[in-house]
């Protein structure tokens, strides 16, 4: 047992080498499955959010898209006109529209019974 502890980078090695002309290659993907993944991707996000919302938190709000779009328009807004990484718009965007969520939700939190629903959608 020692002996195979002691050679273990070697044996690691070997497994390696002869291992690679069996693993299968990447595959080419259609840009069109990409772009289906990439909606389903988003579309799930978008769900989890209100699932979290009125599922668990236990708060009716209808204007859970216009904070979707916030995002998505800062996020886009930064890319196209200024050339920002998308990943730094992409942080910009959720902390805009976390920003823009505060300022509604110290408003709406106040209402109660059908007032807030109706405050959500104005």
Do not use: C, D
């Not at 980078?9 to 291992?19: D, E, T």
């Not at 979290?52 to 859970?64: A, D, E, P």
């Not at 529209?97 to 007032?115: D, E, K, N, Q």
Request: aromatic share 16%.
């Amino acid at each position: 047992m020692k002996v195979l502890h002691r050679y273990r980078f070697f044996w690691i090695f070997l497994v390696i080498v002869f291992a690679l002309p069996v693993l299968p290659r990447p595959v080419a993907v259609p840009e069109y499955w990409i772009t289906l993944l990439n909606y389903i991707g988003l579309y799930s996000i978008v769900a989890i959010g209100l699932v979290l919302l009125t599922g668990i938190g236990g708060m009716t709000s209808f204007g859970q898209a216009a904070f979707v779009g916030v995002g998505a328009y800062a996020t886009a807004f930064l890319t196209t006109r200024y050339g920002v990484s998308s990943w730094f718009a992409l942080i910009a965007g959720v902390v805009l529209t976390a920003f823009i969520a505060l300022l509604l939700g110290l408003v709406t939190m106040r209402l109660s019974g059908h007032f807030l629903p109706l405050g959500t959608i104005a």
